[in-house]
């Protein structure tokens, strides 16, 4: 705190899975939370509904530079997370000139916006371990050579180095996460946990009779979002700026998240599950797991929640709302 003022945190993406629960951190911490967020025809708030009379939003646009200076100049935040970005890896190899727009270069303009208003701020960079795509070792660490096998990966490497370039050219207090896989409740249909705790929800309760997927065989470093989103605070918190892997060190196959899904409701995935060729990338991340080791020795980071209890909260969560 300074003095009676607390401090001011400014959130892009907030109406997403991390941001709604970095909001929450931040707020818990006694901060004033200011979101931005897109002026669209269908606005979703539900992810932070029940804290929405706690923050101050704000319309601007990764696309617009002079609303991002607008809005860093009118709330003066100490703290400024960058969570927006087109974020579904599937989505970018339909969208790939969106996907660099928003995910690559809005990174630039978020960063510029900073750096004309005050370059004091500190700045957290959401990075991806779709960075590392083909990867070159396993597991992989901050000095592990990026490889991207999406748009998607390839945007997320431009605003990874971008960061660490204006870290460098102009001393600014900028880091990045490199977050692995993380999953919660809140985590969108489209992305293959959601899709599969919430089928098996559906499956359950007589609402489904299959699930399809593409390839049961991809493993994935997967963690609670919730103890990520910690990760970032602890970042900007530290007196030097850095890049973290943010990760459980544990990989598990897609076939395993089915498994537990569908034991969470007492049923046999075998049963419901049927490959569809539709769903394989046209380059495929074979396997992402994550060295978490820096971060837990310099940031004093660790997870929470471990994997079978993850998908078991995922699925009770959505038995629980299909069923309200």
């Given at each position: 705190m300074e003095g009676r003022l607390s401090k001011k945190a400014l959130i892009t993406g907030i109406t997403g899975q991390d941001g709604s629960y970095l909001a929450e951190l931040l707020l818990a911490e006694g901060y004033e939370v200011i979101g931005v967020v897109r002026r669209?025809?269908?606005?979703?708030?539900?992810?932070?509904?029940?804290?929405?009379?706690?923050?101050?939003?704000?319309s601007g646009d990764l696309h617009d530079g002079v609303s991002?200076?607008?809005?860093?100049?009118?709330?003066?935040?100490?703290?400024?997370?960058?969570?927006?970005?087109?974020?579904?890896?599937?989505?970018?190899?339909?969208?790939?000139v969106l996907t660099g727009e928003s995910t690559a270069l809005g990174v630039t303009r978020v960063l510029d916006a900073v750096r004309l208003v005050d370059q004091d701020i500190r700045f957290y960079q959401a990075s991806s371990s779709e960075m590392f795509g083909k990867v070159q070792d396993v597991?992989?660490?901050?000095?592990?050579?990026?490889?991207?096998?999406?748009?998607?990966?390839?945007?997320?490497?431009?605003?990874?180095?971008?960061?660490?370039?204006?870290?460098?050219?102009?001393?600014?207090?900028?880091?990045?996460?490199?977050?692995?896989?993380?999953?919660?409740?809140?985590?969108?249909?489209?992305?293959?946990?959601?899709?599969?705790?919430?089928?098996?929800?559906?499956?359950?309760?007589?609402?489904?009779?299959?699930l399809r997927l593409g390839n049961l065989d991809a493993q994935r470093d997967w963690g609670f979002a919730g103890d990520y989103v910690r990760a970032m605070w602890l970042m900007l918190q530290q007196d030097q700026p850095d890049d973290y892997?943010?990760?459980?060190?544990?990989?598990?196959?897609?076939?395993?998240?089915?498994?537990?899904?569908?034991?969470?409701?007492?049923l046999h995935w075998e049963d419901y599950v049927v490959i569809d060729p539709a769903f394989l990338?046209?380059?495929?991340?074979?396997?992402?797991?994550?060295?978490?080791?820096?971060?837990?020795?310099?940031?004093?980071?660790?997870?929470?929640?471990?994997?079978?209890?993850?998908?078991?909260?995922?699925?009770?969560?959505?038995?629980?709302?299909?069923?309200?």
């Open positions: 669209s025809s269908s606005e979703n708030f539900e992810r932070i509904s029940h804290i929405q009379d706690r923050l101050t939003l704000v991002l200076i607008r809005i860093i100049q009118d709330f003066r935040p100490q703290e400024v997370y960058n969570l927006a970005a087109q974020s579904f890896v599937q989505t970018s190899w339909i969208q790939p597991p992989q660490r901050e000095e592990t050579p990026f490889y991207p096998r999406s748009p998607y990966g390839v945007a997320k490497v431009y605003g990874h180095w971008i960061t660490v370039n204006y870290r460098e050219s102009y001393d600014m207090h900028a880091s990045s996460g490199i977050l692995f896989n993380h999953e919660s409740p809140r985590r969108g249909l489209e992305f293959v946990t959601r899709k599969v705790t919430h089928a098996a929800a559906r499956i359950k309760l007589g609402l489904a009779s299959e892997v943010i990760a459980t060190g544990e990989t598990h196959p897609v076939r395993e998240l089915v498994e537990i899904a569908f034991d969470t409701v007492g990338r046209p380059a495929e991340v074979d396997l992402l797991v994550g060295d978490p080791s820096k971060a837990q020795r310099v940031l004093g980071w660790k997870r929470e929640m471990d994997f079978p209890t993850l998908v078991e909260t995922m699925v009770t969560s959505d038995l629980a709302a299909l069923q309200s």
